[in-house]
């Protein structure tokens, strides 16, 4: 059986030695050090990831558990308009998880492959045993230049609403996992797809960087709760509404497998979470140069919708279809539901 520091020490042997102008120092003692660079920000966000709550491993493979786990950190930098640049991981491990060699070795393949192609180094983290259930803590560290990251609360009236990507597919797989799909990783297929857009997200970090680099939206949010329930952060943050227009909302093909109507669908589009697209507002003189960063990035982007004024008597966001409000709670995910 390995112990912790066995467990430690394979972590260590896989991170990549780094030196740079702001790494004085990353594993070895009680804390990494980072020297501070005058005309930039820190940004710092971390996402707990729980098992039987936020993943399964009786369909999860650990190499892409091990990229997710990175993937939903970085998805957070890239929407505040950042560079992610290091990473800390804490892991609870129940004790018949620890003994298993090939599940770590795996995992950390995942997570590792995902940091290289991000340029990001792992500096730290902690592992300790856990009664019953793997719990893993996923810290990003990233910086933008002073006063340019991309918050929740600078949308402005006349903004348009921009989307990357497609929503649902996640939620899509998500529904075919618990039907009892699985990864066959060597089939193309629709289901397939939707299955590795839950389990493998991809985090739009070169694209939110250069959104914030370029300072070309007023405000951003990475869709992992919901478009809906993300959307209203934007509108609650920034003391505005928004109008989203369906028949201009980037639906995945996969939502097709789960749903019978186009009810469903949009309600499933919405509703779904875990996403990880990058929806932004930003002035509507700026689309041209917006479509065409996406375009370089190898990303879709579509205008959605449009920010309005507050009405403190209406939901934050309304769905028109075909000119009709259309009678669509905006919800999302709520861990304190499960």
């Known amino acids: ?115 290289a192609q991000e340029g990001v180094t792992l500096i730290g983290g902690d592992i300790s ?3 019953d259930r793997l719990t893993i803590d996923s810290f990003v560290i990233g910086h933008c230049p002073a006063g340019r990251a991309v918050r929740r609360g600078g949308a402005r009236v006349g903004d348009g609403i921009y989307l990357t990507g497609t929503i649902g597919a996640a939620a ?45 939206a007023h405000a951003m949010i990475d869709v992992s709760d919901g478009l809906g329930q993300d959307l209203a952060h934007i509108c609650e943050e920034s003391d505005t509404a928004a109008i989203i227009d369906l028949e201009l909302l980037p639906v995945a093909e996969e939502v097709k497998l789960v749903v019978e109507n186009q009810e469903e669908a949009f309600s499933l589009a919405i509703c779904g979470g875990e996403d990880f697209e990058l929806l932004l507002t930003a002035g509507m003189d700026l689309e041209d140069r917006l479509m065409a960063v996406a375009e370089n990035c190898g990303l879709a982007l579509t205008r959605i919708g449009e920010i309005t004024k507050t009405d403190k008597n209406l939901n934050p966001v309304i769905f028109h279809h075909h000119g009709n409000v259309k009678p669509i709670l905006a919800g999302g995910y709520d861990h304190f539901s499960i």
């Open 1 to 115: 059986m390995q112990s912790e520091f066995d467990l430690i020490n394979r972590i260590r042997n896989r991170v990549v030695n780094h030196s740079g102008a702001d790494l004085a120092l990353g594993i070895g003692d009680d804390t990494a050090i980072l020297r501070e660079q005058s005309g930039r920000e820190t940004l710092i966000t971390v996402d707990l990831l729980v098992e039987e709550i936020d993943f399964k491993l009786e369909y999860a493979p650990p190499r892409w558990l091990g990229h997710k786990v990175l993937a939903v950190s970085l998805s957070d930098i890239a929407a505040m308009g950042g560079a992610p640049r290091y990473s800390l991981l804490t892991l609870g491990i129940p004790k018949l998880r620890l003994q298993s060699e090939d599940f770590w070795e795996e995992f950390f393949t995942g997570y590792f492959a995902l940091a």
């Open 172 to 216: 899509t797989g998500l529904k075919l996992l618990l039907q009892g799909l699985r990864v066959h990783e060597g089939e193309k297929s629709l289901s397939q797809s939707a299955i590795r857009a839950h389990l493998r997200p991809e985090a739009r970090v070169g694209f939110g960087k250069l959104v914030g680099e370029l300072n070309l």
């Open 129 to 131: 045993s856990a009664p």
